[in-house]
């Protein structure tokens, strides 16, 4: 039976706690019964899979606690519903599983997409397509108990570093505080003023002042970026983040801050510019294009939705058309363009010394 979840689990750093498996990736390792053997009690175990084999029922049964197959819930890999689904199933949240499959698209990118880790099982030792960093590869399942101790050394540095441990007796007694994390202490990403907080507190005090200004960033080709946009949004309180076109993109660089702030989803450019309309909104693109202006000059709207491009190729011709002006953030060196999440912080930074500062 999967172990109860944590109060603790609120985005702070937490060791593996379920490994689930692609089925066609193991059905023949002949070092599974060895691994299965080693990891069994130690993590919950689970199958997610595309596939709804009868070899894979006989050769596998009663050796998982968990079996999610797309034939049977009518969703496949790369939806990454199959893995917070799997999540689901082991009582544990997404960033504590581990995936491990030998599809580098949907073992991988679909698991981290979920805010889990993806383990590319890679026996030919093929090259890694362009675009795609596993958490780790493996030649053969035996390096699987190394892998996930490393993991878990990582989540042990970050507890000492990040956070504060249990509250000093009195407690407080005021309702926002969580007595899990007043016990157990609190190693989540926030600010000392949020420490000990219920999650919901935290979002309900974030809703009284948030900045009048949203961030939006086109998505069409898996921007592994979004992460980095998504928490810097958080940290200059950005009203809320728009995602433009694929709904699938890297949660763990959040640093489960989009749990704090709303994420919306549109499928093109045109819908959300209909959508800032109806807002009173005006859409202001940051790219390096021709005819842009300069940002360290610009006059920028207070009430806005600051609108990024696709890391390397920028803004695509339809959101430069639907923007009513496009900022370019002054550069000095050879490369043509910033990081997506670096060029976002800039930009949301020169909002705030606009509208937020108090003049000196």
Known sequence: MAPPLSGLA???????????????????APDLAEVLAELTGAVVLGLVTNV???AERRTLAGRFDFRLAADDI???KPDRRMFTMAAAAAGCYPVELVYVGDDPVNDVVAAQAAGSRGVWLN???ALRPPG??????MADLTELAAVLARFDDEEAAALETVGVGPHREPWPTDPQFDPVLLAGGDRRNV????RYWREAAIVADLDQHRHSFHVAIENWRHDRNIGAVVRNANAFGAAGVHIVGR?????RGAMATDRYLPVHYHECIADLVVWAAGEGLVVVGIDNVE?????????IPARCVLLFGQEGPGLSPEAIEAATEVCSIAQFGSTRSLNAGVASGIAMHAWIRAHALSPA
């Open 74 to 76: 009518g969703i496949r």
């Open 52 to 54: 709804n084999a009868d």
């Open 132 to 137: 795609i960093e596993p958490d780790a590869t």
């Open 191 to 194: 600010v000392d003023r949020y």
């Open 247 to 251: 709904r699938r993109w890297n949660r």
């Open 291 to 299: 005819g842009s202006v300069a940002l360290e000059t610009a006059e």
């Open 123 to 125: 026996r030919t030792g």
């Open 10 to 28: 609120y985005g702070a750093a937490m060791p593996v706690r379920c490994v689930a498996f692609d089925a066609d990736a193991i059905l023949s």
